[in-house]
C-alpha cells in the first residue's frame, strides 16, 4: 500500500530532523528535486560545494546545505553539518517508503512447519521452504523462493525474485534486490582421474543487521564454514561474493565487483565498480580500491590502491601496447647505454 | 503458440524481401542455415567478403549477398546492398516469432485496478501489482513481476522471469530477456557517524520505443531524476546500468559492461564487452569503446577509444609486469643518460 | 526431504571410501569440518602440505590427506592419493543431498504434451510450456521457467528461478543454479537505415552430461547453429556465454567471466574470474587464462596466458600510469640516445 503524499511546512521540517532554518518557515515543500530540475514547493539539496553555481538558477523551496553554503545564498535552506544524510532522512519523510501490509498472498506455497510471524508480508507466487523463520514484519516479494531453513530478521525486506538458500541467515533491516541469490553452492571442484569432481558445499552464509544487497548480485554459501557479511555491508548490483569469503561492517562495495572464495575484506572498505579481487587475500579496514582494479596480493595498509588503465583514443592506445610489449628488449637496451656510456661517457671524456 | 512452419520460392522470398535474385526462381526454401551447414532447401547469407571461400563449399539452396560477391558465384543469390539486414528479414519469415495468445493465466496475480487490454497475453505465475498500465498485445511471461504504477507500451514482450519496478515506463516494442531487473534502488548512501544511510531512490526509469535489454541486466531507477535510454537501444546480457545514466538513441551495449551512476552516453555509440564506464561522465555521439576497457574521463570526440590489454603468455606478462613497475626508476635512467650524453657525447667529442 | 543424519565409523568411512585409514577404527564420526573449527566426532582434510602447520591444533577426529603427510602427523588420517576428491566424497556421505521427492506441486502449471516422468520433482510456481521433455528424476526447483520444446535429460537439477528456453537439450547429471537464463536471444543486430535490425536468433543451446552452471549465468542461444557446452564443463557464477560459443568438455569458468560470439574453447582448460575473452577465437585445449586478463587473440599452444595487472599503492599505480603514457615519447628518446652512442661513443673516445 502506497503511503498518502505528505506535505510539510519548512519550519515542520527542520523540526522533524533537528535542523535550523532559514528564510518563510510557512512555506509549503511537498516534493524532492534536483536542484535543476525542483519546483517551487520542492525541496533539494546541496552536499558538494563545487556545484554552488546551480543554486543560482534553481527555483526549489528549500535547500538543504551547509551553514558556509548558506551564507552566500539568499533563498530559503535547512542547515546541515552532513547535508547529503539529512537529504535523507528528508527524503524519507517526503517520500515514506511503501507500509509492509501483513498477510499471506493466497498463491504463495508454504511449508507447514515455517514460522511467519503475523506481522510478515508475503506476496503472491511466493515459495517458502521447511524449517524457514522470519521475523516480525518481514515482507517477501512476489516470486521470492526461500529454501530450507533459512532464518530472515525483524523488518528485513526482499523486494521480489530474491532466492535464499544454503541455510542462510540474514539478520534485521536487510534490504535484498530482485535478482539476487544468497546460498546457492560455491564452485568446489576436484580433478578425479579427468572429471571434476564436485565438492559438496555444506557451509551457510551469514548476513549481519543492515546490509543492503543490490539487483541480481550473488553471495555463494561456505563450501565448510560460512560465508560472512557483517553489520551495515552495502553492495550494488551484480557483485559476485564467493564461498567463505568474509566483508567486514560498514564495507561499501560498487557494481559488478567479483570476490574470489576466502578472502576477507576489512570494515570501512570502498570497492569501486568492476573491481576484482582474488581469493585467499586479507584487505584490512578502510581500503578504498578504485575502479576496474585487479586485486591480487593482501593489503596491510589503509588507503587508496588501482590498476584500472584509462581508456585513450584507439590509435594511441595500440602504440602504447606496442611500447608495452617492447619494455623487455628496452630493459637491455637502456642497460647496454648505461654501460657504454659509463665506459666512454663517464666524465673522463 | 508457435506458428506453421514457411516455406517459400526463391522468387517470392525475393519480392517479399523487395530484393533481386539470381538462379532458379521456383528453388524451394524452408529453411535458414549458415554457409557450412545449410542443406539443399536451406536459404544462408554471407556478408562479409572475407569468408567468400565459404561459398565453394556450400549447399545452401540460395544466399543472400551482395552483387559483388554473386558476380563472382555461379548458384543462387538473393541480391542486397545490406545482406546481413536482408538476412535477418528473410529468417524473419522463414521462423516467424511466436504468436501473443491474448488472454490471462487463471495462475497470474493481478491487481484490480492494472490496466490490461484484451490483446495482451499475461502467462502463469506473473504478479502485476497496482497502477500498471499494459499497451496493446503487450507480451507478461511466466514468472514475470511487474510492480506499481509501471506502464508497458504495445507491442512490447517481457519473455520471462523479468522484474520491472520503480514506476518505470516503457516504450513500445521494447523486448526484455529473462532475468532482468528493471527500476530497482540503485547504489545511494550518505555515510552518517559511522553508518550508512541509505538514501531513498524516488526516481524513475525511461525505456524508449524499440530497446532490446538483454538477459539478467540490470536497469536502477534514478535517484531523484530518472535513467533514461532513448529509443532503439540494444543491450546485450548482463549489463549494468547505473542511476540517472542516460543512453543516447541507437547506442549498443555489449555484455558485461558497467556504468556508473550519472554518465550520459551519446547516439549511436558502440561499446565492447566488458568495458566499464565512470560515474558522471559525458560520452558524446558516435563513440566506440572496445573491450575490457576502462572509461574514467568523459569523451568529446567521436572515434575509437580504449584501454584493454591483449593477454599473453603468463612468464612472459609476468616479465612485463616487472618492467611496468620499473618505468618511475626507467625515467631517471633515461633523464640521466639524455644529460650524460649531452655534457660528454654532444657531439664534441 | 532432507535425509537424516549420517554417522560412521573410522574404518566404515575407509572401506566405503576405498581407503586405507590410521588410528583407531572405532571412532565415531558425524561431521565434516575445516581443520581449525573441527570439533572431535568432525572429519577434515588437508590436501595442500603447505597447511601442514594446522595440523598441529586440530582437533578432527580424523584427517583426510596423503601418505606423505599421514607419516608426520600422530592422529587418525584416511589416506588418500588425492584428498581433495576423497574429500568430496566423503562429504557426499557424511552430508548426503536432499532426496528427490517424486511428483508434482499443485501450483505448477504444464502443459498438455510436456513429458514429465512419474519420478520427477517439480515444485511450487514452475512454469513448463508445450513440447518439454524432461528425463527420469529431473528435479525442477521453485520459480523455474521451462520454455517450449526444452529437454532436460536424467537426474539433472534446476535449484530454482531457472530459465531455460530457445529449445535448450540439456545431458543427464546436470546441475543449474538459481537465477540462470539459458537459451535466450543471442545480441544479433544489423544496421539498416540508421535502425538496429534484430536478427532473430533461431539456433540452440547444447549442454553436454555433468555440467553445472553457476547462480545468474547467462548462456545465449545461438544465431543459427547452437550453442555448445560439452560434457563437465563446470561453470561459476555470473558468467556470460554468448551466442554460438562452443566450450570444451571437463573446462572450468570462474564467476564473472565473459565470453564473445563464436569463440571456441577446448578442453580442460581453465579461465580465472573476471576475464573477457572476445569473439570469434579459438583457444586450444588445456589453456590457463589468469584473473581479469583479455583474450583478444586466439591461442593455439597449451599453458598460462594473461594480462592482469595487480592493483599498487594509487599514487604510485598513478605515477606508472603517466610513465606508461610517455612510453611512445621513450621510444623516440631511447632511439636517439642510441645513435648518439654509436656515433660518438662507440668504443672509439
Known amino acids: 500500500m502506497l503511503p498518502a503524499p505528505r506535505s510539510y511546512r519548512l519550519a515542520e521540517l527542520a523540526s522533524e530532523l533537528g535542523l535550523s532554518y532559514r528564510g518563510d518557515g510557512q512555506l509549503r515543500i511537498d516534493g524532492v528535486a534536483t536542484l535543476s530540475s525542483a519546483g517551487p514547493t520542492d525541496a533539494s539539496f546541496l552536499a558538494n560545494p563545487a556545484y554552488r553555481t546551480e543554486l543560482d538558477r534553481t527555483q526549489a523551496a528549500a535547500v538543504v546545505t551547509t551553514a558556509g553554503v548558506a551564507d552566500r545564498y539568499s533563498g530559503p535552506t535547512l542547515i546541515s553539518a552532513n547535508p547529503y544524510a539529512d537529504w535523507a532522512r528528508?527524503?524519507?519523510?517526503?517520500?515514506?517508503?511503501?507500509?509492509?501490509?501483513?498477510?499471506?498472498?493466497?498463491?504463495?506455497?508454504?511449508?507447514?512447519?515455517?514460522?511467519?510471524?503475523?506481522?510478515?508480508?508475503?506476496?503472491?507466487?511466493?515459495?517458502?521452504?521447511?524449517?524457514?523463520?522470519?521475523?516480525?514484519?518481514?515482507?517477501?516479494?512476489?516470486?521470492?523462493?526461500?529454501?530450507?531453513?533459512?532464518?530472515?530478521?525483524?523488518?528485513?525486506?526482499?523486494?521480489?525474485?530474491?532466492?535464499?538458500?544454503?541455510?542462510?541467515?540474514?539478520?534485521?533491516?536487510?534490504?535484498?534486490?530482485?535478482?539476487?541469490?544468497?546460498?546457492?553452492?560455491?564452485?568446489?571442484?576436484?580433478?578425479?582421474?579427468?572429471?571434476?569432481?564436485?565438492?559438496?558445499?555444506?557451509?551457510?552464509?551469514?548476513?549481519?543487521?543492515?546490509?543492503?544487497?543490490?539487483?541480481?548480485t550473488t553471495i555463494d554459501r561456505g563450501a565448510i564454514d560460512d560465508t560472512v557479511l557483517e553489520a551495515d555491508v552495502r553492495i550494488d548490483n551484480q557483485v559476485q561474493i564467493a564461498h567463505n569469503v568474509r566483508i567486514g561492517a560498514h564495507t561499501a562495495i560498487a557494481g559488478c565487483v567479483g570476490i574470489a572464495g576466502s578472502t576477507r575484506i576489512g570494515r570501512y572498505c570502498m570497492i569501486a565498480g568492476a573491481s576484482g579481487i582474488g581469493g585467499h587475500l586479507e584487505?584490512?579496514?578502510?581500503?578504498?580500491?578504485?575502479?576496474?582494479?585487479?586485486?591480487?596480493?593482501?593489503?596491510?595498509?589503509?588507503?587508496?590502491?588501482?590498476?584500472?588503465?584509462?581508456?585513450?583514443?584507439?590509435?594511441?592506445?595500440k602504440r602504447l601496447l606496442v611500447r608495452l610489449g617492447q619494455l623487455d628488449e628496452w630493459a637491455k637496451r637502456l642497460a647496454r647505454l648505461e654501460k657504454s656510456n659509463k665506459h666512454y661517457g663517464s666524465g673522463k671524456p
Open 283 to 317: 584487505i584490512c579496514d578502510s581500503v578504498i580500491i578504485t575502479a576496474m582494479s585487479t586485486v591480487l596480493d593482501s593489503i596491510d595498509q589503509p588507503g587508496e590502491y588501482g590498476s584500472g588503465i584509462p581508456a585513450r583514443p584507439h590509435a594511441r592506445w
Open 90 to 216: 528528508l527524503i524519507g519523510l517526503l517520500r515514506p517508503e511503501p507500509l509492509i501490509e501483513p498477510g499471506v498472498h493466497p498463491s504463495a506455497v508454504i511449508a507447514a512447519d515455517a514460522e511467519i510471524p503475523e506481522s510478515a508480508h508475503i506476496a503472491a507466487q511466493v515459495s517458502i521452504a521447511a524449517g524457514v523463520r522470519l521475523g516480525e514484519r518481514v515482507s517477501i516479494g512476489p516470486g521470492c523462493v526461500i529454501d530450507r531453513n533459512v532464518s530472515i530478521g525483524d523488518d528485513s525486506r526482499l523486494v521480489a525474485r530474491v532466492y535464499v538458500g544454503g541455510r542462510a541467515r540474514l539478520g534485521k533491516r536487510v534490504i535484498v534486490h530482485p535478482g539476487v541469490v544468497i546460498g546457492a553452492d560455491g564452485f568446489g571442484l576436484a580433478m578425479d582421474r579427468g572429471h571434476w569432481r564436485k565438492v559438496p558445499q555444506v557451509g551457510s552464509v551469514n548476513i549481519g543487521d543492515d546490509c543492503e544487497i543490490g539487483a541480481n
